[in-house]
């Protein structure tokens, strides 16, 4: 049992680094800017061009689609080596897409890579690969408790050459952004299959006939441009049969090993968000001064502030575990801590978020700070990819288990 | 010791309960739609017509200026009396102002009617009252720690017949509506007083020369229309001394007055939300099905249920004891227990929205329910009026009192 | 709604407390001493003298069951004006007795006033009023759920003139008193009947022939003598029919209407508790230096001092109104209310004694302070009268049922 | 970084485990027949004949002095591979000394491995190993907060050739034990000197002239026979000055060397009784039934197994890594992962512990299972070794001079 790193990874941490310190952070105010981020006509929004620049800058320092495990495409890191690179990046909002590692194209780029046709992979993954177009994933629904994926009744059936498409689908996020060329769907095949093969998953161009997306949900009121989370419909929708990915019926095949990976970024991302929360807290704690001490020194700031400490650490090493079981046993093995971490790291995160608002006091309500766009990542995260429910109901179905 | 309301309560209880039910909750999506809610630039505010045609409804019904405690102004009500009816609009957050009792306008004019000068009133009172124009409340600055207010640096100075007032203020909520005519400015008039002596209150028309609004705050993104929390800067403004209110220094003691009530006020409105999502939790987790069961059937979800009610009749008991002090004993009196209900109500608020919010999955996210607006207003609740850590603090004190 | 006292209830608890401060506390330390504490053999536990002679002294005052309610045998008082005096005897753990106002004795002497006979009550009542003989209830079994009352499996069978007694029960609280005299036994009488008709309430004299009491149960390690917490085997017992109270078949009407009441005592006693907790919290945190200041200006602790505040008056209030509700509209109507306070008090009380423990360091663990012992009622209140998740469970039934 | 544990860690895991399964598990109820466990005279206590035996056995097995880190008389381990096998310990409160890895005796003999000179090894280091004696710490004082150590008052002070000491202490843990021959008393020398150069640790042994057992002290009521936590009066007691530890002045750094490693065996076994509680916690929820259900299906019993599980995974994970920097850069670099898991894992469990209470109904209050006392243990070492206030405050200095 070791807990440090190792060399290789430590460099990459500190390439990773330098990369926020230097390109990142100094562009986050000329992004938002560029953005013009309160633009809420989802049809009018653009990429701001600095995004751009910083891309073009990342794939040139080899910073560039390092989430990819032990690919040829990526720096083929494992999970656990990647993962405090992802940390790093969670440290902002726009930083993952900088190094080409944003939720959902990630998740997507790893089904084509896995489980793609050299069609597929040609049409869609190296185009994601470089960066030059972006991609969603429509898979929850309005109508029906995506919680229990089984219930989704959007269908994708197959008609001769071609799969017909109907349904509703909404938090389809990414399908808002301008590049956004390709969506996943993932549908009902086969209702008298058996209950995970009855589904499959299907590559849809954004342009075919019969999309619909009638507009963005906001999160807190926000809408997260230029990506945004779409509601759409989509009516008679046809592919054709090649569009098919893995085979018809291996949604939940496919699923499974789309969300291990991404809910490992994802809860890396949340430890980072937790580590700039923290460190804000500091900041602003031992500066600023109430009473006539700083606030640091007043009531309970200090326990707060090693609680954050504390908290940070203790989901840090199990998300690694989760990581490094991921690598070494596969994601069914490593499914209870999956599970757990997707479960501690965004609560954890929002809780720290939480107390990092109340010491900024009004201001770290606003956009003056990141803080409370953090935390509506972190409160979306406890819905997204399985509510937290359903992850402590798998935890302990598994402990039971072991006494049975 | 009774637990039941008064027949005038139940009576005043019930009217608001059908106007609600037959004016205000059928007319929310009207009055969203008509607000042109995502309007980003906030000199194009507009004011929804029909939050008129509410208002006059509100007002031949006599349900208006219910909130001003023992006056002919509005229903002759204790505190006691209208803290249930303040509960009640806190289910909608456009209800306060359909009854003429949104904050700040019910502080200010609670202010002007106590200390107000006779000029002061017919110029300012008598609007404000029958609805025809709004108010700000220019405490809070950006640039010192508010918790603590003598922090305050803006200044209110006596030069011969004016007040010259200088400085930055922020969260000025409700300066950014299209009526919003009049500010009452809080500033440091002469810094060799005692402590709570040094600071005055001032009328100041919001288009006296030289005050600027620079912008208004998002919470947690959203602007707040057509109200606004604004940050204004005062350069080298004049008023006539004329527009002092109660005297020069009496800042504070003016300010202790108003904060009483507006935090019961604030207070009742949280139960309301609490009670809003309690109602929301139960009609979705009682329809909705995940795993073939109810979600109200699954894990710990009726303990949230339970959980939910205990904790309301809890904050709304002590509340109402906070209410009943105030109008027996006075606010210095009811301090420990005006503070602890600025400490539970949001707070409990909070939770309770958060789980409701969690057991609506994604939807409880979006503007497809109040949830997230409800929550961003608890959320800042527990900074206005003094952060939770300011009245603990208070709490404390008065209890260690108690030993020495 | 009013939130004071009557004069009569004021004059109460004036004298409640006289008596405690002038003939409990300064005894405390002679009735430990006397009662040979560590005694670990119950059969030879011995009444301390001081006990006799206190309880001579509440006769002469006057402060003598003051719990019945609405009684002659009583002061006469409701619930609700019952309730702050047991709030005051709670800062004691041997205060009820004092006053013959401790469980299990109250419910039992309310169950014999309200269904007992004339007979029975000549028996078994009037020693129990003048605090001459002591009691237990044999109702909890170790070999079924018992938060399920209905699992119970003991029988209690009509043979002839006879009721012939099976089985086995535990936590029979009181009955290792050597004055323990009778004691009331729920059990199965006719299995046919529909669920909560099938099980009876019996009155059995300690020294009837086959009743074995086997064992003293250990709470936390201690066995609070000389009252003690039995396990009791009933092999073949026969008392005669007149012992049925109510009648056969009535054991869960009987159980409903003694535990109500019960409750709201046990819950008063849990806030009396409280306040001691935080009474000496505050005095041991403002005399006890570390690190050159008193403790109450070290981290958290006056945000510590605060929520105890804060939620001691919430549990109370809540405590209250759920006595109202049972003078007014019964037991039955202030179902979801009593659960509630079920569930709140023992578990506030709990975290405020935790923290005072944790505040007075090594000592608070011992003997030199009331807190553990405290501590133990709570902690065991959490599962007596039935566990938190039975009363949370019932609570949010009835929130569905409002909205069904 | 590697999750796993190394070969000779594996093989140990597994003899102590099956030690545990074959040796002490079947025992536990012997050892307490023979303890007669309610002995209250502290005088009287003997060790259980079964403890010899159980002694004798583990050293034949090589399953000794396992924790001795680094060292000739132990198994030559790491703290990070002795870790796994105090958590196996961990499950039951008898274990440790069955391999003689209890404290305060294995924090004496580090001490005296570390600091002792060779007629210190000699005389009290040697039995120590072999378990023919034991041993007891003196720091602690009832008349000032412990929690500050630098207010230690007790005094040893150098008189020619003797050392005098004078001086109260309590929670002089295993003092009652009738095998404890020494004692290392820790008092203040040179109160002239630094702030942690004052104090010095010396060498008592127990029946030395003056030293005097006033009393045992109980934890919840019990008073951990046969080894109990003394309060020891110091009355002029003189040794000869060869007795002093490492040097006048050093007591501070020789304590600082011996809580580190202390506090990690401390939280490794608080890992185990949480592991041992959610055990318990899972066969009894599964195998009892209420209204039809086990209980395990019933409300959020299956959230709290869950929340147990990550809690578990957490903490060991942290505690691990505080080993692993013990080992790597030493207690100094250590000291916030170690204040961190001194925080973390006895809270943790102590709650995992008081949910599995709660699902085992009354009996889980009784000592028919190792609940409240496992209990008792978890909620004092909140206290020991630094109370949880200290850690937090340490952690969070640490965390603020990384920006200063």
Known sequence: MIF????????????????????????EALYREQLNHGELDWKKWQVPPIMETMKTKAKEAGLWNL??????????????????????????LIAPEVFNCNAP???NMEVLEKYGTEAQQKSWLEPLLAGEIRSAFCMT????????ATNMEATAVLEGED??????????????HPKCKILIFMGLTDS??????????????????????????????ELDAPFGHGEVVFDNVRVPASNMIAGAGRGFEVAQGRLGPGRIHHCMRAIGA???????????????????KPLVNLGGNRDIIANARIAIEQSRLLTLKAAYLMDTVGVMGAMSEISQIKVV??????????????MHGGGGMSNDYPLTALYAYMRILRLADGPDEVHRGLIAKLEIRKYQ
Chains 1, 2, 3, 4 share one sequence.
Do not use: C
């Not at 580590?275 to 006539?292: D, P």
């Open 105 to 107: 194209d990630t998740g």
């Open 141 to 148: 629904e309005p109508d029906v408790a995506s919680s229990d």
């Open 163 to 176: 799969i017909v498409i109907n349904g509703r689908k909404w938090w389809s996020s990414g399908i808002g």
């Open 67 to 92: 989430f990819l495990p032990n690919s040829d495409n990526g720096a083929g890191l494992t999970n656990l080596e990647y993962a405090p690179l992802a940390e790093i990046m969670g440290h902002s």
């Open 274 to 292: 937790a580590e700039e929360a923290l460190k804000l807290m500091i900041k602003r704690s031992t500066s600023r001064v109430a009473f006539g």
């Open 4 to 27: 440090s790193h190792s060399d290789k990874t430590l460099e990459l941490m500190s390439r990773v680094q330098t990369f926020m310190d230097e390109e990142v952070t100094p562009n």
């Open 345 to 358: 790291a965004p609560n954890m995160a929002q809780k720290i978020i939480d107390d990092a608002i109340q």
């Open 192 to 221: 008298s299959a058996h209950r995970h093969g009855q589904h499959s998953m299907v590559l849809v161009p954004t342009d075919t006939k019969g999309v619909e997306i009638q507009r963005m949900l906001p999160v807190f009121g």
